[in-house]
């Protein structure tokens, strides 16, 4: 078992690129992940990484056993799920991540009593607005609002979410009310950005057909949520899903503009590995949030 330990750590740090990074990911010290490294080294008899003061690089040796070691997981990855799927009794490890306001408002509350059913299962959960690599970060269930675009990937569709366009009655009050979709180009819009960030235009549904308007605003973020604070305290106007701030509605600290011409609603779906949907743990959890963010949205809105 160690041996597969080892051979765990060396594949994360490969795919993370250093050993705190993996240690971090695997829940071990640095030192520890290093040890596992060195004694894998022995054994093989070569050395698997060319080592900086920042970052480790696979040698030639190291990129070949990769490969190989990649498929030795993924095998006993498959085995395990075999087991369990035939003994009625799920357990091991769930990484799961989800964009910030979904994970804080409908996912992160739910993990306490999928572990109180299915106690054998541990779930990891990163929350990023970022695009998360899923295939590079071992991530076995991804929740996202918007559209799959790698075909590697599986897709289940959960919902789909209303988004509306909204301010604060105090930027209106000083901006004036956008009446047109064209409007919205001569306003602040705070926007939802970094590196490698896919959607820089807001898509209105309009008589014509969609629009895709280059909305721009003096400031933006890579976390939803600071988006949301800057726009109650009337600095833009920012485009969401309905669900994230129907309570800011409901008390008249946004409005919601350009009703008749809304924004294009978002898919909130599962995103994993093809290999995922077999294992039964993984389906427990796809059922389990489906369900729940259904419900929790249905609530939220007062359309139950």
Partial sequence: MAYLDNIAVFVRVVELGNLSAAGRDMRISPAVAS?????L???????LFNRTTRQLTPTEHGRVFYDGAKKVLEAVGDAEAAVSALSGQPRGTIRVTAPLGLGRRLIASGIPEFRERYPDIEVRLRLSDHDVDIMREGIDVAFRLGLLEDSSLRMRGIMECERVIVA?????????EPQTADDLLSHDCLMLRYPGAREHFWTLKTEAGPRKLDVRGPYDSDDGDVLTGWALAGHGIIM???FEVEPFLRDWRLKVI???TPPIP???AAVF?????????????????AERCQRMIRDILGRN
């Fill in 273 to 289: 590995p093809h290999k995922k949907f077999q294992d039964p743990k993984v389906r427990l959890l796809l059922d389990f949030m």
């Fill in 240 to 242: 969401k899903p309905r």
């Fill in 266 to 268: 978002v898919q909130l």
């Fill in 35 to 39: 040890n596992r490294i060195k004694e």
């Fill in 168 to 176: 604060a009655p105090a930027y209106l009050e000083k901006r004036g």
């Fill in 258 to 260: 350009l009703t008749d």
């Fill in 41 to 47: 080294e022995k054994h093989l008899g070569v050395r």
